[in-house]
């Protein structure tokens, strides 16, 4: 007589297959997330690294230089750091006065209780527009013999420049128009403002503090969140710059537009020396990193979240 008992197995296999479909269940989920992690970003990175130290043109043999696409760019190639002055130059232009447009625009939109989805939606539009119509608009606003921009001088008598020709003044012109698209970091910061309790103005107004002392002591540090996100994203964008600089200016005039990115455009699409775009795209990437991690550790000084504030006030009562 047979006398294996056989009515837990069943039991136990059924709980071994539950836990294992618990366990691998949020896997599952974020998988799609990790495959394209993988496939799309660590893999083109580790891939663009490893082309930095080759010599690697786009048709022919494939050798391996080391560091020396580093080297030549750093010391035999005064294109690099012509081209790196210019993009820091706009990206201390560029960065403050997107912060303090954004924020002013976003101040006004807090404020206003007439037709505020229509002026939202106003500002914003830029911002969604594809770069070659945002660099088609401005350059007919530029033109210098029928530019809008130039009529409207005349009207006042003022016999406007030649924008997009001027060495000292394309730069200005690429600024402003890289400014047309503050839509998405005013949005940030109008969320931040509607997230801002009123009884902190209220209490404040009751105590008879000034609206400008309430602007300091209230406003800005319950924002420092937001100002510090979209200050990390403003630099990485200024140095990103190259879809409005390549189509409005090509570099020119005479060089005083030709920004970083599209330096390792052409190295990579004009002169196909691969391994050397590769180079300076991780040069790129390294400064920015150190840009941000930079800005990261000097805002602990001025940018104060909430949680840490309770816990440390917890702390403090215990």
């Not at 530019?147 to 006042?156: P, R």
């Not at 209230?218 to 969140?225: A, E, S, V």
């Amino acid at each position: 007589m047979d006398m294996t008992y056989t009515g837990a197995e069943p039991k136990v296999a059924r709980r071994k297959r539950s836990a294992i479909a618990r366990y691998a269940a949020p896997y599952l989920f974020i998988s799609p997330w990790i495959l394209g992690f993988l496939f799309f970003t660590l893999g083109p990175l580790v891939f663009s690294l490893t082309m930095s130290f080759y010599d690697w043109p786009v048709v022919g043999e494939r050798a391996f230089v080391g560091l020396d696409n580093y080297k030549s760019m750093l010391f035999d190639d005064p294109q690099f750091w012509e081209s790196l002055w210019i993009t820091v130059k706009f990206a201390a232009i560029y960065v403050p006065f997107n912060i303090v447009m954004s924020f002013l625009l976003a101040m006004m939109l807090h404020n206003i209780t007439f037709a505020s989805g229509f002026f939202r939606t106003a500002f914003y539009l830029p911002s969604v527009i594809s770069g070659v119509a945002l660099v088609t608009i401005w350059s007919w606003i530029y033109s210098k013999e029928y530019g809008l921009l130039n009529f409207m001088l005349s009207l006042v008598g003022i016999h406007g420049p030649n924008w997009l020709g001027d060495p000292n003044l394309a730069i200005v012109a690429i600024i402003i128009a890289s400014l047309w698209g503050l839509g998405g970091t005013m949005l940030i910061l109008l969320t931040g403002l509607k997230a801002i309790p009123k009884e902190l103005y209220e209490a404040a107004t009751v105590s008879g503090v000034p609206g400008w002392a309430q602007m300091l002591f209230i406003t800005l540090p319950m924002l420092g969140p937001m100002l510090l996100f979209t200050f990390i994203t403003s630099i990485i964008s200024a140095f990103q710059q190259l879809t409005i600089a390549l189509l409005l200016t090509k570099g020119g005039p005479l060089g005083s537009t030709y920004f970083f990115a599209m330096y390792i455009y052409d190295n990579a699409f004009k002169y196909f020396d691969m391994g050397y775009a590769a180079a300076g795209s991780w040069v790129m990437f390294i400064i920015v990193l150190a840009l941000s991690l930079g800005v990261m550790r000097w805002s602990a000084a001025w940018v104060y979240y909430e949680g840490e504030v309770r816990q440390n006030d917890g702390e403090g009562h215990a």
